[in-house]
T-cell receptor, first 113, second 117 residues
């Protein structure tokens, strides 16, 4: 099973709302990632967690707050977002964060109004 | 800074044709190269991963090659089908100093493939 699941599939939120995106994998992978993808562009890395610790933060604004409660779960907490944050948010995982194949989830389509 | 380029940006072929997608990268210091496909509005599906020490990988009708010294990879699709229509992305994992690039895929802009019946 090489499945990464993400919930919700779609999310519409106002600029004052607080919401969370959830990602889950049961492949025993110890690296998990958040990417942001705008239309007709490749994914852009936001965060990398390795063994439940944040190892890379690509200078993402603090209105995005990642959390890795355990080795199977990855959350992205959203607060006070801007309309330009509307995008497809993708989660991925890999066995480790070193030269291993990354598996992506289906994404959450986020619209900020 | 590593840059990845994919040519062509778009390709339209009739069903049954064999085709080649190209990917080039500017810095040969990489751990691996991965090919993905993405259907509109969906996530990425991993197709093939080639480690830096490998020359090619095959999966079904797909064959990917890697020439690290020249900074090139190709994805060969045999006997194309309408179901192959998607955006194809290549990505490299750069070999950064001190391990700081672990997990940091650098993507190309993608090739939009349309296979018409």
């Amino acid at each position: 099973d090489t499945e990464v699941t993400q919930t919700p599939k779609h999310l519409v939120m106002g600029m004052t709302n607080k919401k969370s995106l959830k990602c889950e994998q049961h492949m025993g992978h110890r690296a998990m990632y958040w990417y942001k993808q705008k239309a007709k562009k490749p994914p852009e890395l936001m965060f990398v967690y390795s063994y439940e610790k944040l190892s890379i933060n690509e200078s993402v604004p603090s209105r995005f707050s990642p959390e890795c409660p355990n080795s199977s779960l990855l959350n992205l907490h959203l607060h006070a977002l801007q309309p330009e944050d509307s995008a497809l948010y993708l989660c991925a995982s890999s066995r480790t964060d070193r030269r291993d194949e990354q598996y992506f989830g289906p994404g959450t389509r986020l619209t900020v109004t | 800074k590593q840059e990845v380029t994919q040519i062509p940006a778009a390709l339209s072929v009739p069903e049954g044709e064999n085709l080649v997608l190209n990917c080039s990268f500017t810095d040969s210091a990489i751990y691996n190269l991965q090919w993905f496909r993405q259907d509109p509005g969906k996530g990425l599906t991993s197709l093939l991963l080639i480690q830096s020490s490998q020359r090619e990988q095959t999966s079904g009708r797909l064959n990917a090659s890697l020439d690290k010294s020249s900074g090139r990879s190709t994805l060969y699709i045999a006997a194309s089908q309408p179901g192959d229509s998607a955006t194809y992305l290549c990505a490299v994992t750069p070999r950064g100093a001190g391990g700081t690039s672990y997990g940091k895929l650098t993507f190309g802009q993608g090739t939009i493939l349309t296979v018409h019946p």
